[in-house]
Nanobody
Framework: QLPLVESGGGEVQAGGSLKLSCATSGDAGSRRRLGWFRQAPGKEREGVAAIRIDDVRVYADSVRGRFTISQDNAKTTLYLQMNSLKPEDTAMYYC???????????????????WGQGTQVTVSS
């Protein structure tokens, strides 16, 4: 089991910013990719952004230009800087880890083996 602990969620007004963090440790081979996903009430979980240990990044169209995914040099803390937040960004945000290096859809939850418990982000209009 790979620990993943999210923090940094909260409530913010539209146009504001939040920075999420996800602390992890353990086998580096189990976390070659790290991703952020979100799930709003009544909706399916969707991929937001992902990063590989060599810092290759991908973003969902809905957040590109507003959100930035990053990781610390030790590759044990994942971040999601969220700017220009919109009410439709309201969701539970999860970080996830994947052992996959190449191939597959980086923002598909099926690619990820380990999941955190989530942190709530609420954006009010």
């Amino acid at each position: 089991q790979l620990p993943l602990v999210e923090s940094g969620g909260g409530e913010v007004q539209a146009g504001g910013s939040l920075k999420l963090s996800c602390a992890t440790s353990g086998d580096a081979g189990s976390r070659r990719r790290l991703g952020w996903f979100r799930q709003a009430p009544g909706k399916e979980r969707e991929g937001v952004a992902a990063i590989r240990i060599d810092d290759v990044r991908v973003y969902a169209d809905s957040v590109r230009g507003r959100f930035t995914i990053s990781q610390d040099n030790a590759k044990t803390t994942l971040y999601l800087q969220m700017n220009s937040l919109k009410p439709e960004d309201t969701a539970m945000y999860y970080c996830a880890a994947s052992p996959v290096w190449e191939g597959g859809h980086w923002l598909s939850q099926n690619q990820y083996t380990y999941w955190g418990q989530g942190t709530q982000v609420t954006v009010s209009s």
